[in-house]
């Protein structure tokens, strides 16, 4: 899989939208873009994840750029119960092209999100 | 719909006893999947279930490690003669299909050697 770089930490005003970059410059075709993150305590949970168009769900949008080497997450309302660690990962596209079932984190942004 | 659930939440075990840890994944994911995660650290893949069958052992630390799945649904991953070493927190984790797609997570069990 692709590599991914994500800033290490970011602060975010409460009830303001919270943008998390990550860069993934040697992304292949056949891979997605996915976000997770981790809230102290609690097991990884899944956000969203897309290929080449933005993609919307009720806890967040992702905006891929046309040359799909990096993205954004948007949190559009931030809470303080979405502080947590955010991991972007790519992933291959199909099974059949890997079975990378195995999930694996680097580091993730930390964010915080304050009163 | 309910997501995965573990139990039990934690689990304080003296050295040398065996424990068993149980996972309730969504109703009708057929991929299983147990990690380990150590404090601060990221995710260790331990065992894949599709359906009932184990095709991807590989990452269980040592024969101590066994885990099984019945009725295409809850599965047990068990820990023999337990080790200070062993403890961290088990993920569980199912998605409807194998490979890359989603995956979703309970919130562990939180296991402490004594």
């Known amino acids: 899989d692709a590599k991914t770089t994500q800033p290490p930490s970011m602060d975010c005003a409460e009830g303001r939208a919270a943008n998390l970059p990550c860069n993934h410059s040697t992304i292949s075709g056949n891979e997605y873009v996915y976000w997770y993150r981790q809230i102290h305590s609690q097991g990884p949970q899944y956000i969203i994840h897309?290929?080449?168009n933005n993609e919307t769900n009720e806890m967040a949008s992702l905006i891929i750029t046309e040359d799909r080497k990096s993205s954004t997450l948007i949190l559009p309302h931030a809470t303080l119960r979405d502080t947590a660690v955010y991991y972007c990962i790519v992933r291959a596209r199909h099974p059949t092209f890997s079975n990378d079932y195995k999930l694996s984190f680097g580091a993730g942004t930390t964010v915080t999100v304050r009163a | 719909g309910a997501g995965v659930s573990q139990s039990p939440s934690n689990k304080v075990t003296e050295k040398g006893k065996d424990v068993e840890l149980r996972c309730d994944p969504i109703?009708?994911?057929?991929?299983l999947y147990w990690y380990r995660q150590r404090l601060g650290q990221g995710l260790e893949f331990l065992i894949y279930?599709?359906?009932?069958?184990?095709?991807?052992k590989s990452g269980l630390p040592s024969d101590r490690f066994s885990a099984e799945r019945t009725g295409e649904s809850v599965s047990t991953l068990t820990i023999q003669r337990t080790q200070q070493e062993d403890s961290a927190v088990y993920l569980c984790?199912?998605?409807?299909?194998?490979?890359?797609?989603?995956?979703?997570f309970g919130d562990g069990t939180r296991l402490s050697i004594l």
């Open positions: 897309g290929l080449k």
């Open positions: 109703s009708g994911h057929t991929a």
């Open positions: 984790a199912s998605s409807l299909a194998p490979g890359p797609g989603p995956q979703h």
């Open positions: 279930f599709q359906g009932n069958s184990a095709p991807d």
